[in-house]
């Protein structure tokens, strides 16, 4: 019976990961606590935390070793000795056992990455860390001594012995049999058994929990004395035992004993309170419960054209099955869920690095790190946080002297927070650092073209120019941030995630993110809209308003282009019909319908035909069904089994748009001036 | 075949005592630690308890003494996993009660030999 033992390896790598995560947050707290007690005064590390830090590399040791990863089971070893001296109260935890071990669990990372895709490791960095860690034994001891393969293996003389073998009474109280042991040395060779009767009392006086019997054995056959000792081994103290030789023999070949059983590969299952699933094994379900939703809006089609008498049965049942599907529907979207904190928690460390790195004094404050969010969101948020919280530690936050001479605090705050509102998680990243610096933002933009020289904008309008594509107020590149990967390309992740970042900012006092993201990717609560013969769906979260326009309240500009007003803005209007083809003239804007739609910070008006109402649809890949279409996200099935396309209005609006940003900058003008004169929207639509 | 409860903080290890034990056609339930074991335990009879050491909530010597309190547990054979150099906690597994132990690392089919010694 062969059992793959690679198949349990995905399960190792994971679990060490979350078990290294875990570790190095223990070992951040332990630090923090160093740090706030008196530098002479010895610090008592909470027992369990310290427990959880060796459980932590004691798995890793065991599961190394299992898999025969022997550069992590050694390395682990090592860590598990030093360990072992902090819990018994050897040693202190003090700030450079602390570094060294956050540094070890860096090298356990790399050590266990490359014994996962064989990537190579470069033994500088473990051996540094590794001779540092042996300088804190005397006599480093050597992992893992004994060769299991040898455990109960042949050693010692072959031959026939005599064995006595008298059970202590208590023997049952711990589990053992003396039939198991009787039983286990007749599979060594030919046994000859006698029983001791002696010491059995009269019936009545009988305790059947008490073992009376002893028993005098032979056994002959290739058995070696340590084979014998290995059967007892696990009660030896609790028996009188003696093994004596009665006559040598010569080695004859065993048959290895051949172990039955059908190697079905059968999943086994798993029955504690966690799981892990596949994310391939999730989408699947994601798909089927999609389908399931399908046909129930189609069921509820067909009952709608019914008779009015015999619908109402099915009426009832379709209501069941609606719940029904929601429940299911929410209970498998929840699977994919995983914890913010994922990603939160990799933020402690990168805090302590950056700031040590940069002489700054920061505290960290994380909360909400239990809010829920689909997988593939938190993947993707994961380097854009990161990359915000580096970007205020090296340009939001002051060293402690800059901030003593602006009469704050010398340990600057950084305040993550995740909340769910409706269907969505709202990320905050505040910090009370110095704020974005207005003038050289404005100064910066100017000089890279990005606004016009004399353009006149609002605090939030300059506060946004950060998010444009290549403005960097670093005046030096700096190893941290400033590496021409900006907030731009942050805010693209966040779009293209279907969320939004905002900003909010005060000189002196601080910056504040407030990131916006969609709870999953594979539900979308969408407006159908009909243009011509075809239903497109809007996402719901990108509709400003819907209105009806006048025909004069269009103008054009000399390019074609067509614009409205719009709450004191220019907006443009795409007239749908025209952008996806289909007969023209039928998109009057006297019957249509204008939707005005905001994406990217910038607004459109959509004109459609009909609005056709609200609902959740379930997103298929346009791609991977046919290929990627302009203007077009992705593709859904609605209740009567027609496909309808769901509108990438980010792609639209970006099209015929300029942000929203420089429309301002030159709203009070294009306002103020008479309906037919608009030359110039022109320059700043474009 | 038996009923087996494996009772183990790392899901690697619990994964590979349930996915062994299960391919030779025990029925194998799993717990996470000894407190998440102790009231499987008194919710369903095991035949044999296969527990780590070293767990969070309660430990394996702990989970040992408590189930040897239940009659239900009295004679029922329960093997600690400890490590080569755990010596003193194999001692104090065995004082409270445990029937055996079982040396980590090992590979799935050391693991049916020692079940198949214990369950017969």
Not at chain 1, 284 to 290: M, N
């Amino acid at each position: 019976m062969a059992i793959d033992i690679r198949q349990f390896h995905q399960t190792f790598f994971d679990e060490s990961h979350e078990g290294l995560v875990s570790m190095e947050s223990a070992l951040l707290q332990i630090e923090q606590g160093l740090s706030t007690a008196l530098p002479n005064q010895a610090t008592t590390s909470d027992p369990e935390v310290l427990n959880t830090i060796f459980r932590v590399v004691h798995s890793i040791k065991g599961g190394a070793g299992t898999f025969g990863f022997g550069w992590v089971t050694d390395f682990s070893h090592l860590l598990e000795t030093l360990l072992d001296d902090v819990r018994a109260g050897h040693r202190q935890v003090d700030r450079p056992i602390a570094g060294l071990l956050l540094r070890a669990v860096d090298c356990l990372q790399i050590l266990l990455a490359s014994a996962r895709s064989g990537s190579s490791v470069d033994p500088a960095v473990i051996e540094e860390v590794t001779a540092e860690l042996e300088a804190l034994h005397l006599t480093p001891v050597p992992a893992m001594g004994i060769d299991l393969a040898a455990t109960g293996a042949v050693a010692g003389k072959a031959g026939t012995w005599r064995i006595r073998f008298i059970p202590k009474a208590n023997l049952f109280f711990s589990g053992n049999d003396p039939l198991r042991v009787l039983r286990e040395l007749s599979t060594l060779g030919k046994l000859h058994v006698e029983t001791d009767m002696g010491r059995l009392p009269p019936w009545a006086e009988l305790d059947p929990e008490i073992c009376y019997l002893g028993w005098t054995l032979e056994l002959s056959g290739n058995v070696t004395r340590d084979a014998i000792t290995e059967v007892f081994s696990w009660i030896a103290d609790d028996c009188e035992l003696e093994i004596q030789s009665i006559q040598d023999q010569s080695v004859a070949p065993k048959a290895a004993s051949a172990t039955a059983g059908d190697s079905d590969a059968d999943q086994a299952k798993a029955r504690g309170t966690s799981i892990r699933v596949s994310t391939h094994k999730m989408d699947t379900l994601v798909d089927i419960v999609g389908e399931l939703v399908i046909t129930q809006t189609i069921l509820n089609q067909t009952v709608a054209q019914f008779g009015p008498d015999s619908g109402q049965r099915l009426n009832a049942g379709l209501a069941q099955l609606e719940r029904n599907l929601r429940q299911l529907q929410e209970n498998v979207m929840r699977i994919r869920m995983l914890p913010i904190g994922f990603v939160f928690n990799r933020l402690p460390r990168l805090v302590r690095d950056i700031s040590q790195q940069l002489g700054k004094q920061v505290e960290l404050k994380i909360s909400g790190e239990g809010t829920e969010l689909d997988k593939t969101v938190i993947e993707r948020i994961s380097d854009p946080l990161l990359h915000m919280v580096r970007n205020s530690l090296d340009h939001g936050i002051e060293t402690p002297q800059e901030r003593r001479a602006a009469g704050k605090p010398e340990i600057a705050c950084i305040r993550i927070d995740a909340s769910q509102r409706g269907g969505h998680v709202i990320v905050e990243i505040e910090d009370d650092g110095r704020g974005l610096d207005q003038d050289k933002i404005l100064k910066r933009a100017v000089e890279r073209g990005l606004v016009a020289a004399n353009t006149k904008l609002s605090a939030e309008q300059i506060a946004e120019l950060v998010f444009l594509p290549g403005f960097t107020t670093a005046d030096s590149v700096s190893d941290l941030s400033g590496r021409g990967v900006g907030l731009d390309v942050v805010r693209n992740n966040i779009y293209s995630l279907g969320g939004n970042i905002d900003v909010r900012t005060q000189a002196g006092h601080g910056t504040h993110f407030t990131i916006r993201l969609p709870l999953t990717l594979a539900i979308l609560d969408g407006l159908g809209v009909q243009v011509g013969s075809q239903t497109y769906i809007l996402p719901l979260t990108s509709i400003t308003e819907s209105m009806a326009l006048a025909p004069e309240q269009i103008r054009r500009l000399p390019g074609g282009e067509e614009i409205f007003q719009f709450r004191q803005e220019y907006a443009p209007l795409i007239r749908l019909r025209r952008v996806f083809g289909g007969t023209p003239g039928a998109d009057d804007i006297n019957t249509g319908i204008v939707v005005v739609v905001e994406a990217n910070g910038r607004r459109a008006g959509l004109l459609v035909d009909d609005l056709l109402g609200q609902q959740q649809i379930v997103i298929k890949s346009l791609e991977s069904h046919y290929r990627r279409v302009d203007g077009i996200s992705a593709a859904t099935i609605l209740g009567d089994g027609t496909v309808a396309l769901i509108l990438d209005v980010g792609g639209l609006v970006g099209a015929v748009s300029a942000p929203l940003l420089n429309l301002n900058s030159t709203q009070s003008a294009a306002v103020n001036r008479p309906a037919s004169q608009s030359s110039s929207p022109v320059r700043a639509l474009h | 075949m038996a009923t087996i409860m494996t009772v183990d903080d790392t899901a690697t290890m619990r994964q590979m005592v349930s996915f062994t034990l299960h391919s030779v056609g025990h029925e194998v339930l799993q717990a996470s630690d000894g407190k998440e074991g102790l009231a499987l335990a008194k919710s369903k009879k095991f035949d044999l308890v296969i527990a780590d050491v070293n767990m969070p909530n309660m430990d394996g010597i702990t989970l040992v003494r408590s189930l040897r309190a239940l009659p239900e547990y009295k004679f029922i054979p329960i093997l600690l996993l400890t490590t080569e150099s755990q010596d003193s906690k194999r001692q104090e597994g065995k004082d409270a009660g445990a029937t055996g132990w079982i040396v980590k690392p090992f590979n799935p089919e050391q693991l049916i030999n020692v079940v198949r010694k214990v369950l017969g």
